[in-house]
């Protein structure tokens, strides 16, 4: 007489789980000091100031908002950490969080790009929007990543912008996007140059309805992106010598066969020409957003 089929089955995996169960014990106990020593060799790391050429220590750097102490540079930070530091802690709720791009035009390449660059950077998309508390304040937020297609924006990222913008004014809510882009998405050819119509559209109904918008530039901020809703805020802030512009400043000289001034579409010579309010460092950006939201406060609830 043979054994029953399913009882052999039912033991082979109950011994097969505890066997994967004592592994996995072992290697969380050797994997604890894995991490620690990962930990430790990256705190050693050297990094180098893409401006200054000085050697900095990871830890230095992370301690120091990713400033360099030294000269001041602003590192690109993603869009995660950025909200980090903006809003209160654990007040940050996702808005169209699943919400993903596809090929509309079948590009070649690109659906395979997309989602590459997805695994890699860990988001859906170049724009992570929702609504969080700003120094108790309810604010909608949307921070831009430039590790996916350099922040580019395509019809997906219109979107996420457009209905956050949306949200904000039926709720509202005052407004902060922070920027940082290559401009429209090429892989989408038109289709992401009507991104540029639609924020702006969003934006103008969001003024309209008598709320605030602050907008904040980082490094680089160009293309369709300057030339559409990050040049609307109400007020527009700005990291310390971001790139802002439309075309790149060498497309620039290579059209017009000349070179270009020192500091030519920095922060600092924009603020200068009236285009930003005010050029605010790393570690005061959060607190500088804070006190133009409690300012504006008392007229929220007016309608212009």
């Not at 988001?123 to 700003?134: L, S």
């Not at 309805?209 to 527009?236: K, M, Q, R, W």
Request: net charge positive; aromatic share 6%; glycine share 10%.
């Amino acid at each position: 007489m043979t054994g029953n089929p399913f009882h052999e089955k039912k033991t082979f995996l109950m011994a097969l789980r505890q066997k994967t169960a004592g592994s996995s014990k072992e290697a969380e106990k050797h994997g604890g000091k894995q991490a620690e020593g990962a930990a430790k060799r990256r705190d050693a790391m050297d990094v180098t100031c893409e401006n200054c050429g000085s050697h900095l220590r990871f830890s230095d750097l992370s301690e120091n908002l990713y400033v360099c102490p030294v000269c001041h540079h602003h590192f690109t930070i993603p869009a995660a950490y950025r909200i980090k530091l903006i809003a209160d802690r654990g007040s940050f709720r996702q808005i169209c969080g699943a919400l993903k791009g596809g090929n509309p035009l079948d590009f070649p390449g690109y659906g395979e790009k997309l989602e590459k660059t997805r695994k890699a950077a860990g988001i859906n998309e170049a724009v992570i929007t929702g609504t969080c508390k700003i120094q108790g304040i309810k604010t909608v937020l949307c921070v831009m990543d430039n590790r996916f297609f350099m922040g580019s924006m395509g019809m997906a990222v219109g979107e996420k912008l457009t209905r956050s913008i949306e949200y904000a004014t039926k709720n509202r809510l005052p407004l902060v996007i922070v920027s940082t882009s290559g401009g429209a998405r090429m892989q989408e050819g038109i289709l992401s140059l009507f991104q540029m119509a639609k924020t702006s559209a969003a934006i103008a109904r969001h003024d309209e309805a008598g709320l605030l918008y602050i907008s904040v530039l980082t490094n680089p901020t160009t293309g369709g992106v300057t030339a559409s809703f990050a040049s609307l805020g109400d007020v527009i802030l700005a990291e310390p010598n971001a790139l802002i512009g439309f075309a790149g400043p060498r497309v620039i000289e290579q059209t017009i066969k000349a070179s270009l001034p020192e500091g030519f579409q920095r922060a600092e010579a924009l603020k200068d020409w009236g285009f930003v309010d005010q050029v605010v460092p790393r570690h005061q950006m959060t607190e500088q957003i804070g006190r133009l939201l409690r300012l504006h406060q008392p007229y929220q609830r007016r309608k212009v």
